[in-house]
């Protein structure tokens, strides 16, 4: 059995009570955690020990919308509305990816995410193959879905790869699973979202999103299909299993009272929906309903980058000024959004999300000693507030480091930095 003993730190352990333990001890036995406790209490015989003094241990963030390897049009285009930005601008670069564009995009994703502390993501993107490669070399958890555009002529054919895909990554007690991912309610009819639906029900899988991001969908689901986008929902089955839905900038109060009873989390993704002028969701709504609020970055090409501890700070302030209430989203809802809701969100709720034992090890240290966090009159807005993604020192997924002392072990994070480099740079100019 490999033990880990992280001794003499602080530990916010996200669970029930809420507990943050000064001077205490983290016991992670092969993948998941065994014990948590004040230091020198645990039974650390055989166990290696990794000194936490002047750093606090969290659950691993989960990113629970993001495109990732998107990291290739990172800066590629900015400063555009979103219709224009993606029709004039991603996706015509993104009918040239070709074979191992994804994968090279996705590494240079979780070379990102593991600095950042970001240890489970929930990803949709064009070659779900890859992008499971990708997840299972990096060493990171993660829910991967292809996307489904049900305006595309081979729609069928595409489900019947994504089924085959999700039926092969269906292991519960997997790092990677599949999920479906239909793009959203207007690039996919009833007939799609139905067949999605049942598939995901049969095999127990998430569907994965795209929801409301901006007031125009809304409208035109309304006009073309002439119901609202809770009835689409409906109709399609989609109450009936987990789904996660990125955005919600538009989702109407009625339509939250009723979500927040079913298997149903939001995806929020501030930065994005600031970049691209897409709005500000309901969040504090959300909260008080008690529908999961979860946290995501949405792709490097619209945030631009996939820093969860921002993203975390983004969503504790811009409700505020947003509903003139300082208490509208605090440090503690938005770090909570980024690892418990998100593990929620991701159908992992029970096995990550908390250092708490029998959860999977699943972690980051963060450093405390900084300037920018000092003192330390209270861990949880220093890290929400203050901290960045360069203050993250270890990340661990799995029980496994992939990330010690700022170096990422678990892929030679160099050679990924220069392929995807020139993946993108190929892809931008090819005709
Ligand atoms: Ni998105």
Not at 38 to 67: I, M, W
Not at 255 to 264: E, I, N, R, S
Not at 326 to 340: D, H
Request: proline residues 4%; aromatic residues 4%; glycine residues 8%.
């Amino acid at each position: 059995m490999n033990k880990t003993l992280i001794s003499n730190t602080t530990v916010i352990t996200m669970n029930d009570a809420a507990d943050i333990l000064e001077a205490a001890d983290v016991l992670v036995e092969d993948n998941h955690i065994a014990a948590v406790g004040p230091t020198g209490t645990l039974n650390e015989r055989d166990a290696s020990v990794v000194d936490g003094r002047d750093r606090a241990v969290l659950p691993g963030l989960v990113n629970a919308h993001t495109h990732a390897a998107m990291t290739l049009l990172r800066g590629y285009a900015d400063d555009l509305p979103l219709t224009e930005w993606l029709e004039t601008k991603i996706w015509p670069r993104e009918a040239f990816l070709r074979e191992g564009d994804v994968y090279a995009g996705t590494m240079l994703a979780a070379a990102e995410m593991i600095r950042g502390g970001t240890t489970c993501y929930a990803d949709m993107y064009f070659s779900s193959a890859e992008m499971a490669a990708a997840a299972t070399d990096a060493g990171l958890r993660a829910s991967v879905s292809g996307v489904l555009l049900g305006i595309l002529p081979s729609i069928d054919e595409d489900l019947r790869r994504e089924i085959a895909f999700v039926e092969s990554w269906n292991d519960p007690d997997g790092r990677v699973t599949g999920a479906f991912g239909p793009h959203s309610l207007y690039t996919c009819g009833a007939e799609v979202l139905r067949g999605v639906a049942e598939e995901a029900k049969r095999l127990g899988a998430l569907v994965h999103l795209h929801l409301l991001e901006t007031a125009h969908e809304r409208d035109d689901i309304v006009a073309l299909q002439e119901r609202t986008p809770l009835h689409a929902l409906r109709e399609a089955g989609l109450l009936e299993t987990p789904v996660l839905a990125a955005h919600c900038v538009y989702l109407a109060e009625r339509d939250v009272d009723v979500l927040a009873g079913q298997p149903f989390a939001a995806a929020h993704c501030p930065g994005s929906n600031l970049k691209l002028a897409s709005g500000i969701a309901p969040v504090p709504d959300f909260l008080k309903k008690g529908l999961t609020a979860a946290l995501g970055t949405d792709g490097a090409a619209s945030n631009n980058n996939l820093d969860m501890l921002e993203e975390a700070r983004l969503a504790a302030l811009i409700h505020k000024a947003n509903r003139s209430d300082a208490t509208a989203v605090t440090a503690y809802q938005a770090l909570f959004m980024a690892t418990r809701a998100g593990a929620t969100a991701l159908n992992q709720a029970g096995t990550i999300g908390q250092l708490t034992p029998g959860y999977k090890a699943d972690l980051l240290l963060i450093n405390l000693t900084a300037p920018h966090m000092t003192p330390q009159h209270n861990v949880v807005a220093n890290i929400v507030y203050s901290a960045g993604a360069s203050d993250v020192t270890d990340t661990m997924v799995d029980g496994r480091w992939l990330m010690r002392d700022r170096e990422v072990l678990s892929f030679n994070e160099s050679e990924t930095i220069t392929k995807g480099a020139a993946t993108a740079a190929d892809l931008v100019i090819r005709t």
